[in-house]
């Protein structure tokens, strides 16, 4: 769950002039949401999971996220939810909030949960296993056996033996016995473990029978002994999957915060960015297209693996490029280039132009092998570096400055929708909570 709360607790967009209001009636109230309140209690929940990635984070900034994060979670399911297909690789939506509330859980009530074991005395929650997963019966194989022209999933046979299927059953003290299908086990999981599945990998089915056991555990302890009423589980429960939305939110407002993807909605707005705004853009923020153009670097060639690791190991040692060429100027396919000009844009060894521009001037690099043709491997040390800027009407320049500006217009839109809907919600803070 590294960072995952973070991103719920900070990664709103944290716009808040929101007006409070009087003291309100319940005391333990700190927030109301369309009339909603939000308690003293859900609030602690949240703190104690950001502060484990940032102690000092202040009580009412971890509010007004959380209230934000709610908002935008709405915002997608009014407008966007209907027509955003499930995902095809990651966890579904089920699957990922019962995980998100489960990390959440094992963080806020860390002690509780410990507790409750040891009372049970219980070394584990996989205690509750009636018996070890049924996975070596060949009919479980039949099932699993993807069938020809079949994307990764179960044929309507296969399906419905999968949900007839019991895997595992379990039982927590003071709760009634339950069954675990290979249908359910089977939609908790993503992509690679369901591919982990269907090639009959038993020990990673076996794994995760044993995840399942203990994050129903924790999400048993949630709903039954967590400190909470009834309506702060619901708004945690709600909370959690707000982050989800939140998330999709911003995917669906072109601002995915994931650098690999090609956001549809963003390249459409960066292209309609005018060609006066990307030459504006540039003027104001010439530092941000500062590209090498050229280095002065030695080079220093080695024709076998076993002197490249001997050099690596030098190196390590603290040895020179000096020291090497020393070391080896009298061997065979040894050969030594005394520093010289690699520019942009030559033909020449391009690959190792574009390596030397990537070094710190003044270090020798590790050996690295030379693509294509015999076995051969370069040691590399830049002596200078020439920068120079981008040219304004360059391909890159209009890349990044339409994409820098249409990310700006987009956030700007987030940031007056959430305003209309901060007012719409009539969201109050009372002055003395937190």
Request: with cysteine.
């Amino acid at each position: 769950m590294k960072g995952a709360w973070m991103a719920l607790i900070l990664g709103a967009a944290c716009l808040w002039t929101a007006p409070v209001a009087a003291t309100p009636t319940d005391p333990a109230t700190v927030a109301r949401v369309d009339g909603k309140a939000i308690s003293r209690q859900v609030l602690a929940v949240f703190v104690a999971a950001a502060r484990v990635h940032e102690p000092d984070i202040d009580e009412r900034r971890v509010l007004e996220n959380l209230v934000d994060v709610h908002l935008m979670g709405e915002w997608f399911r009014e407008v966007y939810a209907a027509n955003t297909p499930p995902s095809r690789v990651g966890y579904d939506r089920a699957a990922l909030a019962r995980r998100d509330l489960a990390a959440l859980t094992r963080v806020a009530w860390r002690e509780g949960l410990a507790e409750t074991l040891a009372a049970w005395e219980w070394p584990s929650p996989l205690r509750a296993l009636s018996a070890p997963p049924r996975l070596d019966d060949p009919a479980l194989a039949a099932i699993l056996t993807p069938q020809p022209g079949l994307r990764l999933g179960f044929d309507a046979a296969q399906q419905a033996a999968a949900e007839q299927w019991v895997l595992a059953r379990y039982r927590f003290p003071g709760a009634a016995p339950r069954t675990l299908t290979l249908a359910r086990l089977y939609r908790a999981q993503n992509v690679a473990l369901k591919t982990r599945f269907h090639n009959l990998d038993r020990a990673a089915m076996n794994g995760a029978v044993e995840d399942y056991v203990r994050r129903a555990f924790v999400l048993d302890w949630f709903e039954r002994r967590a400190p909470l009423s009834d309506a702060d589980r619901a708004w945690i429960r709600q909370l959690v999957l707000d982050r989800q939305d939140q998330r999709a939110l911003l995917l669906a407002l072109g601002l995915s915060d994931d650098p690999h993807d090609d956001n549809p909605l963003l390249a459409e707005v960066a292209a309609a960015i005018p060609a006066r705004e990307i030459r504006r853009y540039y003027q104001y923020h010439r530092d941000q297209f500062v590209r090498v153009e050229k280095v002065r670097a030695a080079r220093l060639w080695l024709p076998t693996p076993a002197l490249a690791e001997d050099a690596r190991r030098r190196l390590l040692d603290g040895a020179t490029l000096e020291t090497l060429v020393a070391a080896y100027g009298e061997r065979d396919g040894v050969r030594y280039q005394a520093p010289a000009w690699l520019a942009r844009d030559s033909d020449e060894n391009a690959w190792l132009t574009g390596f030397a521009f990537a070094q710190t001037p003044g270090l020798t690099a590790p050996p690295i092998r030379a693509p294509g043709g015999p076995d051969r491997w370069v040691v590399v040390r830049v002596e200078e570096r020439v920068e120079d800027y981008q040219a304004a009407d360059s391909e890159s320049v209009r890349y990044q400055a339409s994409r820098a500006l249409a990310r700006t217009r987009l956030r700007q839109h987030l940031e007056t929708g959430l305003a209309r809907r901060q007012n719409a919600a009539a969201v109050r803070f009372y002055p003395e909570a937190p």
